[in-house]
């Protein structure tokens, strides 16, 4: 069969369970929304479309950015929130239940905008203008797709940032824990891969940014590259058939858990 791209997550889904890799990248059967992707979405959207601002015009300055930098995030979160309503909706969640993540979603970004508020202090203590410091830590890119056609890999990185000549790529996370783990890596070493391929060097780090908590960064090493051009490899062997009994079950907590189930259960389960 033909190599298909892959991307960090169908090879991770694939390490979950490969049973779950077939329905979902195989036979592509749709997969459902949940509350956590669609208001996922909701967050990235505002951080990407908060540095559509235009300081000057705005007239945002040292003595009044922390006011109106997080006037100007609630109105677009709260317009992001809106323009999401009739997915939130079909979820069918109670009022409550959706009013808690709303105001979760609204932390997060609250946490974030402090913290850019710390880094923006860092540039203004160094006595230069306010839209100077707020150019420097504007990104140099935003939800940029890379894909690697000798690989058959993509990625999507969600901010490309500039600190003199070193590159860092960073992810935007809504996730509970703030950990570095395995999954993470292979999306980290992935993009640094993607990069590489498409500007000819790689980044000097890649990080996470955890929005209830904070950016981690991490050094970009031969072996985060290697183990990422490793886990590729494996991938497109592993899926190098269209027959099930290549991709067996792996029956796990991510079957079936508190707040729902996995999308393919009821057919999994029929086919035992
Ligand atoms: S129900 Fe469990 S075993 Fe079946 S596809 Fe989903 S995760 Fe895999």
């Not at 940029?144 to 990185?157: A, E, P, Q, T, W």
């Amino acid at each position: 069969m033909p190599k298909r791209v892959q991307s960090p997550s169908s090879i991770n889904l694939y390490k979950q369970c490969p049973r779950r890799y077939f329905y979902q990248y195989i036979l592509k059967y749709p997969t459902k929304e949940n509350i956590h992707t669609v208001r996922g979405n909701v967050v990235h959207e505002a951080l990407e479309k908060f540095f559509d601002i235009d300081v000057a015009s705005a007239k945002i300055g040292k003595e009044n950015y922390t006011k109106e930098f997080s006037m100007y995030m609630k109105r677009l979160f709260d317009a992001c929130w809106s323009n999401a309503s009739p997915r939130f909706q079909r979820l069918g969640l109670q009022s409550e239940s959706l009013e808690h993540y709303q105001s979760d979603s609204m932390q997060m970004l609250a946490n974030w905008l402090n913290h850019f508020f710390a880094d923006i202090k860092t540039e203004l203590d160094k006595d230069i203008l306010f839209d100077v410091a707020f150019q420097k830590l504007k990104p140099v890119a935003l939800e940029k797709s890379y894909v690697d056609n000798d690989l058959m890999v993509r990625g999507f990185i969600d901010v490309v940032h500039q600190e003199g000549e070193d590159i860092i790529l960073i992810d935007y996370k809504t996730s509970k824990s703030s950990e570095l783990k395995d999954e993470y890596m292979l999306q980290l070493g992935i993009y640094a891969m993607l990069y590489e391929k498409e500007h000819g060097k790689y980044p000097k780090k890649v990080g996470l940014w955890f929005l209830k908590d904070r950016l981690i960064t991490i050094n970009v090493t031969p072996k985060l590259i290697k183990d990422a051009l490793f886990e590729v490899e494996q991938i497109h062997i592993a899926t190098d058939s269209a027959s099930i009994g290549e991709y067996p079950k792996k029956e796990s907590g991510l079957c079936k858990f508190s707040t729902g189930q996995c999308d393919f259960y009821d057919l999994c389960m029929k086919q035992r």
